[in-house]
């Protein structure tokens, strides 16, 4: 019975850890690579990224997620909801699949759109970091809608959804810091850390 009992309690704590957050990727960088070759580093660009989004959406609050500089911007979630939809661009380029246009409008809550961004993200940098040079040529970016389709190297994935996703993310610190709710002034995106 004691086995049973101790049983049930790990997993009612497992599920609270996980509805809670406290299993997200990202809360701090993972340790780097032992050697440098263009997977390992676009790898951690990508790790950059998931540390930056962790902890530019951790606290946000309902008047956050509404928070929009002007009439013609988006909101602080339209903006979440667009890194979202470059997460899975990510996500297929590092697993070969080519991304299908219109995605399927899924109605998400925050909670669940901020845990697939961070995990598409760890996913596609565990499998980036195996990729030497020629295997990231393996990998080109393919988008497929209706009217047709379009191929481009790997390297479109760096300065397009990568990079756009990090000009977003700065967006959404920049918004919550106008709508009260600053940036956690003690995570250090130079270490990838939370200094205590």
Same mark, same amino acid.
């Given at each position: 019975?004691? @086995?049973? =009992?101790?049983?049930?309690?790990? $997993? ?6 996980? $509805? ?17 070759? $263009? ?9 950059? +990224? &998931? ?6 959406? #951790? ?10 500089? &002007? ?6 979630? /339209? ?11 990510? =996500?297929?380029?590092? /697993? ?11 109605? @998400? ?8 961004? +961070?995990? %598409? ?14 295997? =990231? ?13 379009? /191929?481009?190297?790997?390297?479109? =994935? ?22 009260? %709710?600053?940036?956690? $002034? ?5 270490? &990838?850390?939370?200094? #205590?």
């Amino acid at each position: 019975m004691r @086995l049973i =009992l101790f049983f049930y309690f790990v $997993s009612i704590t497992a599920s609270f850890a996980q $509805s809670s957050g406290s299993s997200l990727p990202y809360k701090e960088l993972p340790k780097p690579p032992e050697h440098y070759n $263009s997977g390992t580093v676009a790898a951690r660009m990508l790790d950059g +990224l &998931g540390f930056r989004f962790y902890w530019a959406t #951790e606290g946000l609050r309902e008047s956050d997620l509404a928070f929009k500089p &002007g009439e013609d911007a988006r909101t602080s979630l /339209e903006t979440i909801q667009h890194i979202f939809g470059m997460s899975y661009i990510i =996500l297929n380029v590092a /697993e070969k699949k080519p991304t299908h246009f219109p995605q399927p409008d899924e109605n @998400l809550s925050f909670a669940q759109i901020r845990e697939t961004t +961070l995990r %598409n993200i760890q996913k596609a940098s565990a499998i980036i970091a195996k990729a030497n040079l020629d295997d =990231l040529a393996q990998h080109p970016m393919i988008f497929e809608s209706n009217s047709g389709s379009a /191929e481009y190297p790997f390297w479109n =994935l760096v300065n397009g959804p990568i990079s756009d996703c990090l000009w977003h993310v700065g967006q959404v610190v920049t918004f919550r810091r106008s709508s009260g %709710n600053p940036f956690n $002034s003690k995570v250090s995106v130079l270490s &990838g850390q939370v200094r #205590e």
